[in-house]
């Protein structure tokens, strides 16, 4: 018996109307299918969202945060890097860890300050902190009646 999965509407929406994506997908998917391993990868990451801020946790162990770009546009944060291949002597018995160019992307579901983001790399943990913009008034420009 096959279970059913469930994905949100967004990211069907998503998948349908953007052919790199569901490229990717299926091109992931068939590597896996034949063993080889995919030229990108997506690291694990968390979301959660607090009161005043968006917050991200990346697992990209063995880099440094210099080898780590992100890019704020619009409601999306892209996070990106290339994990080089750790050197070995002897023919791998098992091989899981993900090398290579990674990516991956974190929508926003309000806007956020971009003057006050904060991103640190600790113990193989990316951490990104989005504070969520604050309202402000407009003032409106004319001759008073």
Known sequence: MQDDVTFSGHFWLRFADNDELRLEVLDKMTRQERGLRSRMWSPPTDVWESEDAYNVRVEVAGMRGSEITLTLHRDSLLIRGVRPEAASSGAF????????????????????DPDQLHASYTDGFLTVKLPKAKPRGIPVQGADT
């Open 93 to 112: 018995q098992q091989m899981e860890i993900a090398y290579g160019e990674f990516t991956a992307e974190v929508h926003l579901n309000a806007p956020v």
